[in-house]
């Protein structure tokens, strides 16, 4: 699809409407055996969180592929959380140490893509921990809230940046920035 | 088809090197097969050509156009769409117009910020502070220069490719192929592949082609190759400590860098069906990390300095996110230069009782 | 309308490719979308009507051609509903917006089969404990369920059909604890005809119960009813007694369990032991017997713990053993007449196939040591329950006398503490269950064999059970007197003048909080009625058979109220005080449950499991091996002469590590296909992707100068 076809999707905006106020949205991703369970257990309890935390269930968190958070973040989420079994709890033994150590490279990528690491956390869960979970999602709303939108996907990805005319004449106001470019 | 019966093909460079072209040149004798076959009608790489001429030629008249370079500028992007209109078959050619390849980690950078380090450098002598405008007034009117886009785009997020060609550049023996193949296509003598289909390249990806003895990986550390002590000329240079992109990326060069002990960088890009390059190597390299404690991992990560630059060398503007935060929403991260830490990487977790 | 043939991939020999779902994908998506009121479950949150209405008209474009809203979708007219439309509008997919899936998702999957369709292109999105039980804003609670609806729709799009696994049952069950819970469960399957393999730590089976001597509230003697289910245990042909032997190492999965049991030495040779005991008797070595004894008795080095001990034979302990530690003495060696005494005897590792496992692995008693307060192991006379039971025990160490530590003495007073370890935010929150029953019992025992005043100091009495409150009548009418308070203080210390008298008693202080008064009553003899607590190696044993516990350390269910025996891993059960503290009959009454489980299965010979699995595409698989150290249950294999690498689906557990590992994208998922992700993080995000553009920018202008504030120049 190119930019053109999502540039279109894009509704209009209504003329003057009122700013409401920005409400961050959280995708959360659990594992069949925990967390999931957890989400569940959150319920029945009644344990009330945000309603801006949307879950998607897998496996496991050694289920997590790196791809599902870039996506998460390129499709409008605001902040992505991992949650999963205790360390040394996995469902699958073992699986959720992979889940940590692609956490961790990810995060180093996200930080140089200039996404602060609160939008991307991880949180572990047994399935009894209901409430828990359940604070969890609320500290994670309220950390990526003061951060406001990340933005992608709420702006069309092309917008042709006029080079500002009439610099050379009137003078850079700021003095030239030296700083290295690039990564 | 032109009246000589040979089919008219085009080539253009957009955000590009120009290496691309050099790559289609370097066929050498072979170039005579293309002649054979094809009229160029456009080739700014080789030959004079104006925009008016192909805006004159009706649409669809080219057969054939290899498009390479990523769109950075509304000239690229115009002419993407002019071309687009005008051929039968559009080919993106080469890493920068599928993926962006390196003009796209511009992405990482604001136009200000580029703008800045190539007209306030400390090579440049430029006390008015000149920077090339848009729009200039000048007696006789006004001028135009194509402005330079927020960032760097690949030519399918601006047109519809129907073909794609990897590679920084494609190997030559690989656009024989694709030429030829295209060519018999055209003269009825082979059916088209399927429409999107990747040309000049393997379905796996580089380990495929590459002889190295391969065994179970455990990587406890990563290091750059004058950080190494010498290498097994036989042996993996991923188990050996070597970032090698090769896993990831798409069979069709032969190997070659890693086979002459280089590691692979990735230049042809993702395997079918892979959402995004980088997140693809990441996570086959962070699960083979050989360590379960934060630290530990840490530690052993620390050994690649640049993630971006090692997992987006080519992709990035192809890939999910296209860029960096700044440049890509034109918002301003609040914390990106805090380095993160463990805490504002993990919920507290007060409470859960372990 | 065809749902297509089922993958053959998943039941195929390993390493074949996934044939690609070309049907399905070429067959235009045909959806419906049901949404459950489930009464006012949901529909009292979320608007219901709207959402049906918003996938009616939104997810129109992805192939939603029918929306509807029910008040109860698993009811048997909201599954007619959903077969009906499969029927009538030619429906290829099913989204129902209800429940969570682990509570019926087997429902509706059982709808679409009936109509025709593959059960798997159904998909239930949980709207109830995701949505309307954890918020109360209306409007935002409709739209997040919008987007899960949404989510759903897109998710299941991507689906194919699939075939459940079937694996084989092994008939042969493992019972891991020999407890009366254990007992119980392997009586029950052996009793079917099954095989059984009893793995117990200790020497003998029994369990806690055989060191009690009554049980409320019928107060039958725990050995008489205990002991010949212990024989018959022993000697039943079906059971396999694997005491003084811990499991040490589990793998394969439900049906197929691969068992390591270690037999720790007995230092003699139990096809020759005879049980006659000479051996104990001529053993020059006396210890005190921390385990049956609770540290009130003794025993030998050689030892029984028990003379009704299952099985028979006595087992040396090498740490308080003369011949260990110098080299001499051997008299058990010398005076066994079969000459069964084995002194160089090794340690033996036994390997078992099992289909089942009960896991009934206990409690430990709460150590009152920790209630510093409470002055447990400072103060001679205040005992633990278990220190209690082992003394009113008439084969116990005093004969079933009830005495003081000098062993002579009989108290006149007698002070119960309740809840020692048990709901206290210190120790343990929860509350033991058997405790209060536990100490009314005592209070009865002591006014059985001596003449003690007896006080019961208490938080609430729990006396729930059958004739447990007519227990707790009989105790107070035997003249118990009930303090209702916790106690501060147990002390030797006499603060009062009018206390001078009691020198050498000790002081139970204690807020009666009936009566408005602190108190300070002067007792011979203190019992703690401690609580139960998870053994100190239950998250070991947890992980070592794939199951998760709770932070203290019990067992967590399948489903605490519909599944409380089955455990999150296929094939593993628990029974007993291993799932939390319980009382004797339900503690049997889970075993047999465990056991009816198991049963089903034996006889069913095979179960389905979900086809949730990784297949390589062996065209794509460049052979890198990244994936090959990735998996925990050796399912990954590669096979050298086509450098390829190939997944065993009948080993796979479904994870998915090696499909998020995969660089060349060459291992796909079925149930958690990447696509079906991807596109469900695109539907759940549908209506939070690109927005408003104007709204977008009018909240990116603060931010911006907010940050610039936060980083400091």
Not at chain 2, 214 to 218: E, L, S, T
Not at chain 3, 483 to 486: A, D, E, K, L, V
């Given at each position: 699809?190119?930019d053109?076809v999502?540039?279109?999707?894009?509704p209009?905006?209504?003329a003057e409407a009122?700013i409401?106020?920005f409400e961050p949205?959280?995708?959360?991703?659990t594992c069949?055996?925990?967390?999931?369970?957890?989400a569940?257990l959150?319920?029945?309890?009644?344990?009330?969180?945000?309603?801006?935390v949307?879950l998607?269930?897998?496996?496991?968190?050694?289920?997590?592929?790196p791809?599902?958070?870039?996506?998460a973040?390129a499709s409008g989420a605001d902040?992505?959380?991992?949650?999963?079994c205790?360390?040394?709890?996995c469902h699958?033994?073992?699986?959720?140490?992979k889940?940590?150590?692609?956490?961790e490279?990810?995060?180093?990528?996200?930080?140089?893509?200039?996404i602060?690491?609160e939008?991307?956390q991880?949180f572990?869960?047994?399935a009894a921990?209901?409430?828990?979970?359940?604070?969890?999602f609320?500290r994670m709303?309220?950390d990526?809230?003061p951060l406001?939108?990340?933005g992608w996907g709420?702006v069309?990805?092309v917008?042709?940046?006029d080079l500002?005319?009439?610099e050379a004449?009137?003078?850079?106001a700021?003095?030239a920035?030296?700083?290295?470019?690039g990564? | 088809?032109?009246?000589n019966?040979k089919?008219?093909f085009?080539m253009?460079?957009?955000?590009?090197?120009?290496?691309?072209?050099?790559?289609?040149?370097?066929?050498?004798?072979?170039?005579l097969?293309?002649a054979d076959?094809?009229?160029i009608?456009?080739?700014?790489a080789?030959m004079?050509?104006?925009?008016?001429d192909?805006?004159?030629?009706?649409d669809g008249?080219i057969?054939?156009?290899?498009?390479?370079g990523?769109?950075?500028?509304?000239?690229?992007?115009e002419?993407a769409?002019?071309l687009?209109r005008?051929?039968?078959t559009?080919?993106a050619?080469?890493?920068c117009?599928?993926?962006?390849?390196?003009?796209g980690l511009?992405n990482?950078t604001?136009?200000?910020?580029l703008?800045?380090?190539?007209y306030e450098g400390?090579?440049?002598d430029?006390p008015?502070?000149v920077?090339?405008?848009s729009?200039?007034m000048?007696?006789?009117?006004?001028l135009?220069?194509?402005?330079?886009n927020r960032l760097?785009?690949?030519l399918?997020?601006?047109?519809?490719?129907?073909?794609?060609?990897?590679?920084c550049?494609?190997?030559t023996?690989r656009?024989?192929?694709?030429l030829?193949?295209?060519?018999?296509?055209?003269?009825?003598?082979?059916?088209l592949?399927?429409?999107?289909?990747?040309l000049?390249?393997g379905?796996?990806?580089?380990c495929?082609?590459?002889?190295?003895d391969?065994?179970?990986?455990?990587i406890?550390q990563?290091?750059r190759?004058?950080e190494?002590p010498?290498?097994d000329?036989?042996?993996?240079?991923l188990e050996?400590s070597?970032?090698?992109?090769?896993?990831a990326?798409?069979?069709?060069?032969g190997a070659k860098c890693?086979?002459?002990g280089a590691?692979?960088i990735?230049?042809?890009?993702?395997?079918?069906?892979v959402v995004?390059?980088?997140?693809?190597?990441?996570s086959?390299?962070?699960?083979?990390?050989?360590a379960?404690?934060?630290?530990e991992?840490?530690?052993?990560?620390?050994?690649?300095?640049?993630?971006?630059?090692?997992?987006?060398?080519?992709?990035?503007?192809?890939?999910?996110?296209?860029?960096?935060?700044?440049v890509?929403?034109?918002?301003?991260?609040?914390?990106a230069?805090?380095?993160?830490t463990?805490?504002?990487?993990?919920?507290?977790?007060?409470?859960?009782g372990? | 309308?065809?749902?297509?043939?089922?993958?053959?991939?998943i039941?195929?020999?390993?390493?074949?490719?996934?044939d690609?779902?070309?049907?399905?994908?070429?067959?235009?998506p045909?959806?419906?979308v049901?949404?459950?009121?489930?009464?006012t479950?949901?529909?009292?949150?979320?608007d219901?009507?709207?959402?049906?209405d918003?996938?009616?008209?939104r997810?129109?474009?992805?192939?939603?051609?029918?929306s509807?809203?029910?008040?109860?979708m698993?009811?048997?007219?909201?599954q007619?509903l959903?077969?009906?439309?499969i029927r009538?509008?030619?429906?290829?997919?099913v989204?129902?917006?209800?429940?969570s899936?682990?509570m019926h998702?087997?429902?509706f999957?059982g709808a679409?089969?009936?109509?025709?369709l593959?059960?798997?292109?159904?998909?239930l999105?949980?709207?109830?404990?995701?949505?309307?039980?954890v918020?109360?804003?209306k409007?935002?609670?409709?739209?997040k369920?919008?987007?899960?609806?949404?989510?759903g729709?897109?998710?299941?799009r991507?689906?194919?059909?699939?075939?459940p696994?079937?694996?084989?049952?092994?008939?042969?069950?493992?019972?891991?604890?020999?407890?009366?819970?254990?007992?119980?469960a392997?009586?029950?399957?052996?009793?079917?005809?099954?095989p059984?393999h009893l793995?117990e730590?200790?020497?003998s089976i029994?369990?806690?119960?055989?060191?009690?001597?009554?049980?409320?509230?019928?107060?039958?003697?725990?050995?008489?009813?205990?002991?010949p289910?212990?024989?018959t245990?022993?000697s039943?042909?079906?059971?396999?007694?694997?005491?003084?032997?811990?499991v040490?190492?589990v793998?394969?999965?439900?049906?197929?369990?691969?068992?390591?049991?270690l037999?720790?030495?007995?230092?003699?040779?139990t096809?020759?032991?005879?049980?006659?005991?000479?051996c104990?008797e001529?053993?020059?070595?006396?210890v005190?017997?921390?385990?049956?004894?609770a540290?009130v008795?003794y025993?030998?080095?050689?030892?029984?713990?028990?003379?009704?001990?299952?099985?028979?034979f006595?087992?040396?302990?090498?740490?308080?053993c003369?011949?260990?530690e110098?080299?001499?003495?051997?008299?058990?060696?010398?005076l066994?007449?079969p000459?069964?005494i084995?002194?160089?005897?090794?340690?033996?590792?036994?390997?078992?196939?099992?289909?089942n496992?009960?896991?009934?692995?206990?409690?430990e008693?709460f150590d009152a040591?920790?209630?510093?307060?409470y002055g447990?192991?400072?103060?001679?006379?205040?005992f633990t329950s278990l220190e209690f039971?082992?003394?009113s025990n008439a084969?116990?160490?005093?004969g079933?006398?009830?005495?003081?530590?000098?062993?002579?003495?009989?108290?006149?007073t007698?002070?119960?503490?309740h809840c020692?370890?048990?709901?206290?935010?210190?120790?343990n929150?929860y509350?033991?269950?058997?405790?209060?029953?536990?100490s009314?019992?005592?209070?009865h025992l002591?006014?059985?064999?001596t003449?003690?005043?007896?006080?019961e100091c208490?938080?609430?009495?729990?006396?729930?059970?059958k004739?447990f409150?007519?227990?707790?009548q009989?105790?107070?009418?035997?003249?118990t007197i009930f303090?209702?308070?916790?106690v501060?203080?147990?002390?030797?210390v006499?603060?009062?003048?009018e206390e001078?008298?009691?020198?050498?008693?000790?002081?139970?202080?204690?807020?009666?909080t009936?009566?408005?008064?602190?108190?300070r009553?002067?007792v011979d003899?203190?019992?703690?009625?401690v609580?139960l607590?998870?053994q100190g190696?239950?998250h070991?044993v947890a992980?070592?058979?794939?199951?998760?516990?709770?932070?203290e350390?019990?067992?967590?269910?399948?489903h605490?109220k519909?599944?409380?025996?089955?455990?999150?891993?296929?094939?593993v059960f628990?029974?007993?005080?291993a799932?939390g503290?319980?009382?004797i009959?339900s503690?049997?009454?889970?075993?047999a449950?465990a056991?009816?489980r198991i049963?089903?299965?034996?006889?069913q010979?095979e179960?389905?499991?979900e086809?949730i699995r990784a297949?390589?595409?062996?065209e794509?698989c460049?052979?890198?091996?990244?994936?090959?150290?990735?998996?925990?249950f050796s399912?990954?294999?590669?096979?050298d002469?086509?450098a390829?690498?190939?997944v065993?689906?009948a080993?796979?557990?479904?994870?998915g590590v090696?499909?998020?590992?995969c660089?060349?994208g060459?291992?796909?998922?079925?149930?958690?296909?990447?696509?079906?992700?991807?596109?469900?993080?695109?539907?759940?995000?549908m209506t939070t992707?690109?927005?408003?553009?104007?709204?977008?920018?009018a909240?990116a202008?603060p931010?911006?100068?907010?940050?610039?504030e936060?980083?400091?120049?």
């Open positions: 699809m190119t053109d999502v540039a279109q999707a894009i209009a905006a209504p009122a409401p106020p949205v959280v995708l959360a991703f069949n055996w925990c967390s999931y369970r957890a569940d959150a319920g029945t309890a009644r344990t009330k969180y945000p309603p801006n949307r998607v269930r897998l496996m496991c968190s050694g289920r997590l592929d791809t599902f958070v870039l996506k973040f902040g992505v959380l991992m949650t999963g205790w360390p040394a709890d699958y033994r073992v699986q959720n140490v889940a940590l150590r692609r956490f490279l990810l995060h180093r990528v996200l930080e140089q893509l200039g602060e690491p939008r991307f991880r572990y869960a047994s921990e209901g409430s828990q979970l359940a604070a969890a609320t709303i309220e990526v809230r406001g939108p990340l709420r069309p990805a917008a042709p940046e500002p005319t009439g004449e009137g003078g850079a700021e003095p920035a030296l700083e290295a470019v990564a | 088809m032109s009246a019966g089919h008219r085009a253009y460079w957009a955000a590009a090197c120009g290496g691309c072209d050099i790559s289609v040149i370097n066929l050498h004798e072979a170039i097969d293309l076959h094809f009229d009608v456009f080739w700014p080789i004079d050509a104006k925009y008016a192909v805006e004159a030629m009706p008249w057969d054939l156009t290899l498009f390479s990523g769109i950075r500028n509304t000239e690229n992007a002419v769409r002019l687009r005008k051929s039968a559009l080919v050619f080469g890493s117009a599928n993926e962006g390849c390196i003009p511009a990482l604001t136009t200000t910020d703008l800045d380090t190539v400390p090579t440049m430029n008015d502070h920077r090339p405008a729009s200039t000048v007696p006789e009117g006004e135009h220069l194509p402005a330079m760097l785009q690949t399918d997020q601006v047109v519809e490719v129907d073909y794609r060609v990897p590679g550049p494609p190997e023996e656009i024989a192929e694709v030829g193949l295209l060519g018999a296509a055209l003269d009825g003598k082979a059916t592949p399927v429409h999107g289909s990747v000049g390249a379905q796996s990806t580089v495929d082609e590459c002889r190295r391969r065994g179970i990986k455990r406890a990563f290091g190759l004058h190494l010498p290498l000329p036989s042996l993996c240079l050996q070597v970032p090698c992109n090769g896993p990326t798409r069979s069709g060069c890693p086979l002459a590691s692979c990735g230049c042809y890009g993702p395997a079918d069906g995004d390059f980088g997140a693809r190597l990441l086959a390299f962070a699960s083979v990390v050989d379960s404690e934060p630290d991992i840490d530690r052993i990560l620390d050994g690649l300095p640049d993630p971006v630059g090692q997992f987006y060398r080519f992709s990035l503007a192809g890939s999910l996110l296209r860029g960096s935060r700044e890509r929403t034109g918002a301003t991260s609040a914390t230069s805090a380095p993160a463990a805490t504002a990487r993990t919920l507290a977790t007060a409470g859960a372990r | 309308m065809s749902t297509g043939d089922p993958i053959p991939g039941a195929a020999e390993p390493g074949r490719p996934l690609p779902p070309v049907d399905e994908a070429a067959e235009a045909r959806i419906g049901y949404v459950c009121h489930c009464g479950n949901i529909a009292g949150t979320v219901v009507a709207a959402v049906r918003w996938a009616a008209e997810l129109a474009p992805h192939g939603v051609v029918v509807r809203d029910y008040p109860f698993c009811s048997s007219l909201g007619e959903i077969e009906q439309d009538e509008l030619g429906l290829n997919r989204v129902v917006a209800a429940c899936p682990h998702e087997k429902t999957r679409c089969q009936r109509a025709g593959n059960p798997y292109l159904s998909e999105v949980s709207i109830r404990e995701q949505v309307s039980w918020h109360t804003d409007v935002a609670a409709t739209a369920a919008e987007a899960m609806v949404a989510g729709v897109l998710r299941v991507e689906q194919v059909p699939l075939e696994l079937r694996v084989p049952i092994n008939e042969a069950t493992l019972v891991v604890g020999g407890g009366i819970a254990g007992i119980s392997a009586l029950e399957i052996a009793d079917a005809g099954f059984v793995v730590r200790q020497p029994g369990g806690h119960m055989a060191q009690f001597d009554k049980t409320f509230p019928t107060l039958d003697c725990a050995a008489c009813i205990l002991t289910k212990m024989v245990a022993g039943h042909p079906n059971i396999t007694l694997h005491t003084w032997s811990e040490t190492d793998s394969g999965y439900v049906g197929n369990f691969t068992v390591k049991v037999h720790r030495p007995r230092y003699l040779d096809d020759l032991c005879t049980g006659c005991g000479i104990q001529k053993c020059p070595v006396k005190v017997d921390a385990a049956y004894e540290g008795g025993r030998k080095a050689i030892y029984r713990p028990f003379p009704q001990a299952v099985p028979k006595p087992v040396l302990d090498p740490d308080n003369i011949y260990f110098r080299g001499t003495c051997k008299a058990c060696e010398k066994c007449p000459a069964a084995r002194l160089d005897q090794q340690p033996e590792e036994v390997t078992l196939q099992v289909g496992i009960v896991l009934a692995t206990g409690f008693t040591r920790r209630v510093e307060p447990y192991g400072r103060l001679a006379n205040v039971e082992r003394m084969s116990g160490p005093t079933g006398r009830i005495v003081l530590r000098d062993g002579v003495t009989e108290p006149q007698v002070a119960i503490v020692v370890g048990s709901r206290d935010r210190n120790f929150n509350c033991s269950a058997i405790c209060c029953m536990q009314m019992k005592f209070a002591v006014r059985e064999h003449d003690a005043t007896v006080y208490y938080i609430d009495i729990r006396a729930p059970g004739a409150d007519e227990f707790y009989r105790v107070q009418d035997e003249g303090i209702r308070g916790r501060a203080e147990v002390t030797d006499l603060r009062l003048p001078a008298a009691e020198d050498g008693r000790l002081i139970v202080q204690v807020e009666d009936l009566a408005g008064r602190q108190r009553i002067a003899m203190v019992v703690l009625s609580g607590e998870p190696d239950a070991e992980r070592r058979f794939g199951i998760t516990c709770s932070s350390g019990w067992v967590i269910e399948r605490p519909l599944d409380p025996f089955a455990t999150m891993t296929e094939g628990a029974a007993g005080c799932l503290p319980r009382d009959p503690s049997v009454a889970s075993g449950a056991a009816a049963l089903g299965r034996i006889q010979r179960m389905a499991l086809p297949i390589v595409d062996a794509r460049s052979g890198c091996r990244i994936c090959n150290d990735l998996c925990p399912a990954i294999t590669f096979d002469a086509r390829v690498t190939e065993n689906p080993l796979c557990q479904g994870c090696c499909i998020a590992a660089p060349a060459a291992i796909q998922g079925t149930g958690f296909s990447d696509a079906q992700i991807l596109r469900q993080i695109e539907g759940i995000l992707g690109p927005a408003d553009p104007a709204v977008a920018a909240h202008a931010v911006g100068s907010a940050a610039a936060a980083v400091p120049a």
